[in-house]
């Protein structure tokens, strides 16, 4: 490539100054003249289908269509870059965390379902989430092994719900430089004080809103998200799927109808299903995009002509300011 400046600094040394370059990708400006930023889960189909620098995964078992509406819709647009051979499996981690899904191998394909479980519309486009259980089970349903509860549950630490979650991002706004977004939960920490999550790398994020809305999610679902648990299931569940909404009543535990999503399934060796759960809370697995104040600094914008100037002005300075009194001034000024 070649890169042309017609007004350009050169100063008085002899380095050239490093510069960066931004470069428009493919799926660009898809949602509008004001979205420079792509559908990730578009660019992510590309990616794991290509046969010569992706996964070569057959186009037909890529179902990633709920994914681009969710995302689409929810404004979690970004621009991803691939500088370095990584493990697919790695970028499709990666680019869940950031967007809010999860990866199901269903059958014979690979579906990207969202975690999103509230109607939203962005961009254009509707995205309507599946919120109805599929199964509603108690003690009729699940299988006893010997003196072992069928339904085990176990409660996050409290040291695990993290109320602060920062993301690491490059803001377009501010010349691509490295900027933090934050999310807080003001009303936990005033009862249990702060509670910081790592920061979160995502240089694939190149706008403010975005990574604010990515932080906040992350942080919904670490506060909200608080009780995980273990089912035995018969092999007639054979059909239910991770990401699946289901019911459990115990009343042991108290459980009435309690809503939960399954995040894994094992199959033991007798066919007994392990299913594994999470709390479900209706409603905290999608953030309220709200507007965020640009962190934009000051740089010098060398590409502007430095135009035509007023006839110099040559003078002899007086010798009182000199220091040899034989001095020369020059005044200019621009038209």
Not at 5 to 28: K, R
Not at 42 to 53: H, I, K, L, P
Not at 181 to 190: F, G, L, M, V
């Amino acid at each position: 490539a070649y890169v042309h400046g017609q007004d350009y600094q050169l100063g008085s040394g002899a380095q050239v100054e490093n510069h960066s370059f931004e470069v428009q990708g493919a799926g660009a400006y898809r949602y509008g003249s004001g979205q420079p930023d792509c559908n990730p889960w578009e660019f992510a189909a590309g990616v794991m289908s290509n046969g010569r620098y992706g996964a070569r995964m057959p186009a037909d078992t890529i179902d990633s269509e709920a994914a681009i509406a969710y995302v689409a819709a929810a404004g979690l647009l970004m621009s991803p870059l691939l500088t370095e051979q990584v493990r697919a499996g790695d970028f499709i981690a990666e680019l869940c965390r950031f967007t809010n899904c999860a990866p199901v191998w269903s059958f014979d394909r690979l579906r990207i379902v969202p975690y999103g479980d509230t109607t939203i519309t962005g961009n254009s486009v509707t995205y309507t989430p599946n919120v109805t259980p599929l199964y509603d089970l108690d003690d009729d349903h699940w299988l006893q092994e010997g003196a072992d509860d069928p339904l085990t549950w176990q409660i996050k630490e409290p040291s695990d719900r993290y109320n602060h979650v920062r993301v690491e991002f490059c803001d377009r706004a501010n010349y691509y430089n490295k900027t933090i977004a934050e999310a807080k939960d003001d009303a936990d920490i005033a009862v249990n004080g702060q509670r910081s999550m790592d920061t979160i790398n995502a240089p694939w994020i190149c706008d403010a809103a975005v990574a604010a809305q990515v932080a906040r999610i992350i942080q919904q679902r670490s506060l909200n998200i608080t009780g995980t648990g273990t089912i035995k299931l018969p092999w007639a569940y054979c059909l239910l799927e991770c990401m699946d909404l289901i019911t459990i009543t115990d009343p042991g535990l108290g459980f009435d109808h309690l809503p939960v999503r399954i995040t894994s399934i094992g199959e033991d060796e007798d066919g007994t299903l392990s299913v594994e759960v999470e709390d479900w809370p209706l409603g905290s697995a999608q953030a309220t995009r709200y507007p965020n104040q640009v962190a934009a600094g000051y740089l010098h914008d060398y590409n502007v002509s430095p135009g035509s100037v007023q006839p110099p002005v040559i003078f002899e300075l007086p010798g009182a300011l000199t220091q040899n009194g034989l001095e020369i001034g020059v005044a200019a000024t621009g038209l």
